[in-house]
């Protein structure tokens, strides 16, 4: 962990208001951290500039809470962020702290998608992690209530909380409401995968015209389990932000109620001394995992959950992943795989539904913490006696399924290893979860070239798409696919085209479509060694991910293989090149923990 704040004795208010006569005094509070900004003589100049932003003694006897924001015009998920940070503010400022509010960078996913700028949106959890690290270490904050909304957002604020282990609560923005067309909900993923429909001539341009003006009626992020969603329930189980607070959807009156909570809870975790390293454990991320393997959540929670655990110091791999989702049913089915959105969840009662089900069957670990001060087990049951969580005999969902009749026996995420994925593989399952699938390699060095190979209608019933040279050092970044995987089953080949790469799915995503594919093709990967036409099998039972060549043949092409050219030779895509660990374990950057791989 990162610098310590020294520990207060439980109970004891974390304000004080004795005023000046302290403040000059010449003793610093160690309660703190601000006290090194705020106390004695010598910190008048620093109390000046405080003032000169209105603060006032108030405010400089109080805990100094960091609200780190992204909020921008670039994306649906983030343009409502400041009215988020505000509720949570004033949840602060009435629960005695003095928030300060700071800014972040995010990247759209959406928008960057199927584009060469789709390698900065990984780089981006890097750099918020950094970012807030950076400012709550360089400004002596003593908590923070983390806010975020786009999909890398949510992973970067975890991270850092996690490594300046100040007393914190993760605050989401909300997803978006489902838009309307031709009578049914629609997301961004029917648009994306109406441009294969397109392509195939199975939609004409008005159609899609309609379905692009009609699918985002305004802010939150992407209302499936997609990645934002899937983070968003994960922080949940995780015990980083409050049991209930993920699904109230971005621009309902609940969103800010959970916001300003948020903002009174970080005063009780100050007071407390609760802080991120009190609260994750194993256990903890055995729950998360298991959450996101029964809400069919996105394979990026994968990668995400591996560089938290990694900042926690917490012992977790891959294979972990594929253990906890064979003994963990698929009981809620959302968006992609079914048709229902995080608002549909929230009306019945949120993640925390799911979450009962799984802890009734003795599939969590009730007694992990969480950022309230009690366990999982207690919260629950406190929303129970709230009347905050309604008894499970009286929800009605056609989209929740119970443990002992669940939608599908395993969870919906599978790790494949084999010739082709040495380090493993992931794959979020759909559909089919007995899918086979052997065919011919249909080999791309990039996304572009694999995307207008399936937009020019050459793709074969059988084909297996390779796209490589696009995993955390070769692309660099790990390009997320939505683009050319929404084509694939646009163009009606949900189900009899598999499609492999070394980079990275959108949590909307859908099909057989494997990712993560490690070692990666630019670090000599197997991936990067096979070549046109050879057989590829993708066998989910048995999850293997395999090409037909003896260990001899992939040992000759390894002796002729050459590492690709570098795409970037400076900047920050250069930098990342060089500072991403491989997918298998979370493709963090910190260097402390890329030293141990």
């Not at 969840?345 to 599939?363: K, Q, S």
């Not at 955390?472 to 995987?485: A, D, I, K, Y």
């Not at 594919?517 to 000599?524: I, L, Q």
Request: charged letters at 30%.
């Amino acid at each position: 962990m990162s610098e310590q704040q020294p520990r207060s004795d439980e109970g004891e208010s974390p304000r004080r208001r004795e005023g000046d006569a302290d403040r000059f005094a010449g003793e610093k509070d160690e309660d703190l951290r601000s006290r090194d900004v705020t106390e004695g003589a010598a910190r008048a100049p620093h109390r000046s500039m405080f003032r000169a932003m209105g603060f006032d003694d108030e405010d400089l006897s109080s805990p100094i809470v960091g609200v780190p924001n992204p909020a921008a015009d670039i994306t649906p998920c983030n343009v409502h962020l400041d009215d988020v940070a505000d509720a949570a503010i004033d949840g602060i400022d009435a629960a005695g702290g003095m928030p300060i509010e700071f800014g972040t960078i995010t990247i759209s996913d959406a928008i960057s998608m199927g584009t060469e700028g789709m390698k900065a949106s990984l780089i981006s959890r890097e750099v918020i992690a950094d970012s807030v690290e950076l400012v709550s270490f360089g400004e002596r904050m003593d908590a923070l209530v983390t806010v975020g909304g786009c999909d890398k957002n949510l992973p970067g604020m975890l991270m850092a909380s996690i490594r300046t282990d100040l007393p914190s609560v993760f605050l989401y923005g909300g997803s978006i409401m489902p838009g309307q067309h031709e009578g049914r909900d629609v997301t961004i993923v029917q648009v994306f995968e109406g441009v294969g429909a397109y392509a195939e001539g199975d939609m004409s341009g008005e159609e899609l015209d309609e379905l692009e003006r009609h699918a985002c009626p305004g802010a939150g992020s992407c209302g499936g389990m997609f990645t934002a969603n899937t983070m968003a329930s994960i922080s949940e189980a995780l015990g980083m932000a409050p049991l209930g607070s993920a699904s109230a959807p971005a621009e309902d009156r609940e969103r800010y109620e959970v916001a300003e909570r948020a903002g009174e809870l970080v005063l009780d975790c100050i007071q407390n001394d609760r802080r991120p390293s009190d609260i994750l454990s194993r256990e903890s991320f055995e729950n998360a995992i298991a959450l996101q393997t029964a809400i069919g959540g996105s394979t990026n929670g994968v990668l995400h959950l591996l560089a938290l655990a990694a900042e926690a110091d917490v012992d977790l791999s891959i294979e972990d992943f594929d253990e906890i989702s064979r003994r963990t049913p698929k009981i809620a089915d959302l968006q992609p795989g079914g048709s229902r959105v995080m608002n549909d969840l929230h009306e019945v009662g949120g993640v925390p539904v799911v979450l009962r089900r799984l802890l009734e069957a003795d599939l969590l670990h009730g007694d992990a913490m969480t950022v309230t001060g009690r366990t999982l087990a207690e919260e629950i049951a406190e929303l129970e006696e709230s009347g905050a969580l309604p008894e499970d005999s009286t929800i009605e969902a056609d989209f929740l399924y119970t443990v002992d009749e669940p939608k599908e026996a395993e969870g919906a995420i599978k790790i494949l290893d084999g010739n082709l994925a040495p380090d493993g593989s992931v794959l979020k399952v759909t559909g089919d979860d007995e899918f086979y699938h052997e065919g011919p390699a249909r080999v791309f060095e990039n996304e572009e070239d694999a995307m207008e190979y399936v937009q020019s209608g050459a793709v074969d019933s059988g084909d297996v798409i390779v796209i490589r040279n696009e995993g955390p050092t070769g692309g660099p970044g790990m390009r997320e696919m939505l683009g050319v995987t929404a084509a694939v089953v646009g163009a009606g080949h949900e189900d009899d085209v598999a499609l492999l790469t070394d980079g990275r799915f959108s949590g909307a995503t859908r099909g057989p479509m494997i990712g993560h594919v490690a070692p990666e093709a630019a670090e000599g990967g197997p991936i990067g060694l096979i070549e046109d036409d050879d057989h590829v099998t993708v066998d989910i039972p048995e999850r293997d991910l395999s090409v037909d060549l003896s260990d001899d043949e992939l040992a000759e092409r390894r002796e002729a293989w050459e590492p690709p050219a570098l795409q970037y030779e400076g900047g920050i895509l250069a930098k990342y090149a060089r500072d991403f660990a491989s997918a298998a374990d979370g493709a963090v950057t910190n260097p402390r923990l890329t030293d141990d791989f």
